[in-house]
Structures are given as C-alpha cells and as structure tokens.
C-alpha cells in the first residue's frame, strides 16, 4: 500500500466510533496508506471495522500492552471523533485530554452544543475543531462503509475563535484527502442551515409517513413516485433522529415556525376553496414552492438548469435499463438526471430521463426508431 504523497493527513489516525461514518474515514484513509486505528463502545463494531480495513483495533492493542502504552504507541496526529451527537461533546473532551499532541475533530451533524459543552469542560480547545461531512447512506454500521462515501460531497468546517491554524489545516486536509469539497461556516450558521435542507425535510417525511399508518393496503397500492419520494427518508433510524432533533431543537423549531404559518394559510384558504382570492392563494403557494425549488443548485453544485424529461416504458427483465442507457450514449445524447418507477401490476418499468432541451425531440425520435416506447 502506498501513501499518497499528495495527502495533507501522514497520520497516524485514530478513528473514534466505528460505524458508518468513522469506518468510511478509516477506510479512505487507510486505502492512501495512512495509519489508521479504530476505536467503539462495542467491541463487535469495532472488531467489524478492522476486519473490513478500516483500521487496526485499540482494543486489541489495549489487550497486548495495556492502555498507558497504547496510548503511546498509537500518538496520533489526528483524532476523528465519529459518535452520536449526545456523547459527542463528552469523547471529544476525553481524546483532548488522552491525547495531548493530537488535533481532534468531531463529525456529529449538530455543531453548537457540542462546542458550548466542551467550553465548559475547560479542555483545550486550539486542539479541536467540529466538521461535519455531509454524506450518508440508507444503511448503517460498518458493514456499510464505503472509502468513497465522501468524495464530492460537502464537508463543512466550522472554525471558532480559539482553534490554532494546523488544527484547522488537518480539518481540512482530512476533508479533500477523503475527495470532499470544503464548506466553510460558523456553528451557528450550520445548525441553521442543516435544521432547513435536512432536519426539516426529514421531520416532514417522517410526519406525512405517519398519515399512513391505517390506511388500507388497497389505497396504498395506488401510490405514485410523489408519494415514494416524499417518504424515503421516513425509513430512518428514530433513535439517531430523537439524538438530532434534541440537540438541534432550536434552528428547527424556527424553521417549523414559518412552514406552519403557511400551512395554516392553506389549511384557511382550502376551508373556503370558492371563496374570492382562494384560488389565487393557492397557487401563489404553488409557485413560492417552485421559486424554492429552482434555487437548489443543480448538476455539479452549478446554478440550477431546466431539463427536459422523457419517460421510457422498459421491459421488467434484466439488463434492460443498461441497454437503454449504452442506446443513449450511442445516440450522442448525456443523461442529465434518471429516476426509475415501477407499474403497478404490471411487468413494466418507467424511467424518466432528463436531458438538455435541445436534444429531447432528437432522443425521442431515435429511440422510437430503435423500438423503444416512449410515455410522453
């Protein structure tokens, strides 16, 4: 294994907290041939975590030669602190102090508590700094961790007034050596702005899901993308949520503020839908919605750009969406987004394909030509 010469971070590493996130970091870092150890409460995860390459176990070494000598053996340069928000605080204080030489960071997605928590510990905070990469997966544990997890995604660093400028480096270089793109906030501005792109979201999924708790499987077997898609993240895991919203509670509860002002404005407006101005109202809020969703930066964190969609009856058999994709390419046209929905009852897939403008008619034609159906 080679290092990679380029890498801000020699290590060596230590990884505290081993799912998801903490074995991805480990095993990014370990694939440019850093050091790079792995530390959890359970020791199940752990074990986990170094048989999958992100890192050699503490524990073990623990076992061998006691913890005072580990600790020395180990001397990381960096210490990753990748636990659940409400423990966050309390690790970060523990590594400062077991590890006097070490910069230690923390990837918990809340950023302020942990910061006014550790300032009352008195703990020497030129030594730490909070990121936060924002990056996950459906599935969690080690099990799941992927080395490319971060790369492309944000990787928010949020500087303080007493952190020294190497700490920060290492922040950052632990960032772009994983393939991240570096964000740079205050701990305020994260908290608020996670609490509005992604607690909210997930609170809104989470509370439109529970609607559908007694309805009858019939009704259900009705249900579009728009229902699919705007329930996704429903699925999540309560325990880690009830540990986000807690310690997140106050940029949230504003941002629920606005959304049930408007809500109550709809709910007022739709209790007399003839009234006069009701159906002006009603689409006022439709187009506040689409004015919200044009500023979400589009391909490559870009200013947004207007696609055009096609959708694509494809056979339920496999290799079916390759080959229409290899057709695509052939035809000279790029994929500019792709999402797949199932008929209902019947073998068949959907697959809109978004694409410039300019090309839409031209891949329309070709691929009727070529015997594919197309759903206009």
């Known amino acids: 294994m080679h290092r990679n010469s380029a890498a801000t971070v020699s290590g060596p590493v230590l990884v505290i907290g081993s799912g998801l996130l903490g074995a991805s970091v480990g095993l990014g870092l370990s694939v440019q041939g850093v050091e790079t150890w792995v530390s959890d409460i359970s020791p199940t995860t752990e074990a986990v975590a170094a048989d999958i390459g992100a890192g050699r176990s503490l524990a073990r070494l623990v076992e061998q030669v006691g913890p005072e000598s580990a600790r020395a053996d180990i001397d990381p340069q960096l210490v990753v602190v990748a636990t659940p928000p409400d423990v966050a605080a309390h690790t970060v204080a523990q590594a400062l102090e077991d590890y006097p030489q070490a910069?230690?960071?923390?990837?918990?997605?809340?950023?302020?508590?942990?910061?006014?928590?550790?300032?009352?510990?008195?703990?020497?905070?030129?030594?730490?700094?909070?990121?936060?990469?924002?990056?996950?997966?459906?599935?969690?544990?080690?099990?799941?961790?992927?080395?490319?997890?971060?790369?492309?995604?944000?990787?928010?660093?949020?500087?303080?007034?007493?952190?020294?400028?190497?700490?920060?480096?290492?922040?950052r270089g632990l960032a772009t050596d994983l393939g991240?793109?570096?964000?740079?906030m205050d701990v305020q501005e994260h908290d608020a702005t996670v609490a509005l792109i992604s607690h909210v979201p997930q609170v809104m999924s989470s509370l439109l899901a529970s609607r559908l708790r007694e309805t009858p499987l019939e009704s259900l077997s009705l249900a579009g993308q728009g229902l699919r898609d705007t329930t996704r993240i429903a699925a999540s895991d309560p325990g880690l949520w009830v540990q986000i919203l807690s310690a997140n509670a106050r940029p949230v509860v504003e941002t629920l503020y606005g959304v049930r002002e408007d809500l109550n404005r709809l709910i007022a407006t739709l209790e007399r839908p003839t009234a006069d101005g009701a159906r002006l109202d009603i689409a006022e809020l439709m187009t506040e919605g689409n004015d919200g969703v044009a500023r979400i930066p589009g391909k490559h964190g870009g200013a947004p750009k207007a696609f055009s969609a096609l959708t694509v009856l494809v056979d339920d058999t496999p290799g079916q969406i390759a080959r229409l994709l290899a057709e695509v390419g052939e035809i000279g046209v790029n994929v500019e987004d792709m999402r797949m929905e199932h008929s209902q009852g019947q073998p068949v897939g959907m697959v809109e394909i978004s694409v410039v403008p300019t090309a839409r008619d031209g891949l329309v034609h070709e691929l009727t030509e070529r015997g594919w159906k197309i759903a206009e």
């Open 180 to 184: 991240a793109n570096v964000a740079t």
């Open 103 to 171: 910069a230690v960071v923390d990837i918990a997605s809340v950023k302020e508590p942990v910061l006014l928590a550790l300032r009352e510990t008195g703990a020497d905070l030129s030594r730490y700094i909070g990121t936060h990469p924002m990056s996950g997966r459906e599935k969690s544990g080690p099990v799941a961790a992927r080395g490319e997890l971060f790369m492309s995604r944000p990787w928010v660093i949020c500087e303080h007034d007493d952190v020294a400028p190497e700490t920060v480096r290492l922040a």
